[in-house]
């Protein structure tokens, strides 16, 4: 074969090899971007109030007369609410929405601003989507000159293709490292603190990825500085109260799905109900969870569900002064399916202590797993 012929094979051969590149970056890329954000805004448990003109009924079965005065926890981008008053209330849009209850000024203009915010997040991750395309076709330009470089030099040594093939080979044993974990966005980690007596309190996060959003405030130099009760009430230096500490953000975790369960949608809720009171989780703590997941979950055919708690820790860790006494964590990780999937039964009884002893720290949150991207 002549050396046009060799040349031309080769640049062939580099050309694949590039798009190869181009495509892994880019869709490494755009994971990290993919998942959609919590479609639900954390608000101050003392910040903003409803009072809804009719009888409500509450997630205990508990009837409220009107005139009930109800803590608004959540609103999302549709109007819904979730409300707190000794006990939790949904109220989605169909029932009663912002505008059918009497609630002050500033949660109608709060309102305004999430459903701004909404749309510039939109507009966002379209920007950095189109950034990763942009990536992807740089790092595609620069390996076909780097295959091309070490190719056509050696073009009448060895043909084309073999040398390709090393080289590929080669720059994947690099890349199946990124390839066997997965980027993910964590979704509502919420930290509540328990200590003895009213206490100072200082948490940092460490993880393996990027903070976005936080509630309240979180300094990424000396983290959360709050005044932490035995029930659990959080008092930051301007008085403010909150409930737990929020952070939401991408993460790169290892799962290990080797074991879980595959649930029923109709019995997610059950599942959970059992699933997190062995994991440690308490009455109120449990119904925060369910609240936040059930909506994403109770509609699928199955959900194929695993508790990352071990993988969750090397990717996301606490650092928390004074030091906790005990420490229980629940991480969440799932994916809808259409079929059942038989799986051996993960023993959750070990994941997290018993007894809760001493300063204690419940964290819980999760992620929604996109299968078929890095397997």
């Not at 059992?274 to 994991?279: A, F, G, M, P």
């Not at 993960?346 to 994941?351: A, E, G, K, N, P």
Request: aromatic share 12%.
């Amino acid at each position: 074969m002549n050396d046009k012929a060799n040349k031309k094979r080769a640049i062939i051969f580099c050309l694949i090899e590039a798009v190869i590149v181009a495509a892994v970056v880019i869709a490494f890329e755009m994971t990290l971007n993919r998942a959609a954000r919590v479609p639900a805004i954390l608000l101050s448990h003392a910040e903003h109030e409803a009072v809804f003109d009719h009888d409500i009924t509450g997630c205990d079965g508990t009837v409220y007369p009107a005139g009930t005065v109800f803590n608004v926890r959540y609103i999302d981008s549709s109007g819904g609410l979730t409300l707190y008053n000794d006990d939790w209330v949904m109220v989605s849009k169909g029932e009663v929405n912002i505008s059918e209850a009497q609630s002050n000024p500033d949660l109608i203009a709060f309102a305004d601003e999430i459903a701004t915010a909404e749309n510039y997040r939109q507009k966002q991750e379209k920007a950095y989507d189109l950034q990763a395309v942009g990536v992807g076709l740089v790092a595609g330009v620069v390996a076909f000159w780097i295959f091309f470089a070490i190719n056509y030099p050696l073009r009448n040594v060895l043909k084309a293709e073999v040398i390709v093939l090393i080289v590929h080979v080669v720059i994947s044993s690099f890349v199946a490292p990124f390839l066997m974990t997965y980027a993910s966005k964590a979704k509502a980690p919420v930290i509540y603190l328990y200590p003895q007596e009213d206490t100072e309190v200082n948490v940092r996060l460490s993880l393996n990825g990027e903070i976005e959003t936080t509630y309240p405030l979180y300094d990424k130099t000396i983290g959360w500085n709050v005044i932490a009760s035995p029930n659990g009430t959080l008092t930051d230096s301007s008085g403010n109260e909150y409930s737990f500490l929020f952070w939401e953000g991408d993460i790169v975790i290892k799962p290990d799905l080797s074991k879980g369960f595959c649930v029923k949608g109709e019995d997610t809720a059950e599942f959970l109900e059992q699933s997190l009171k062995q994991l440690g989780l308490s009455d109120t703590e449990r119904d925060a969870f369910i609240m936040f997941w059930l909506p994403e979950l109770e509609n699928n055919k199955y959900n194929v569900i695993t508790f990352q708690t071990e993988a969750y820790e090397k990717a996301v860790s606490m650092n928390i002064t004074p030091e906790p006494d005990t420490i229980i964590r629940v991480n969440m990780l799932w994916y809808p399916s259409t079929t059942y999937v038989d799986m051996e039964p993960q023993d959750l009884t070990v994941l997290n202590p018993s007894e809760r002893e001493g300063f204690t720290v419940v964290e819980w949150g999760g992620e929604k797993y996109e299968r078929g991207i890095f397997k």
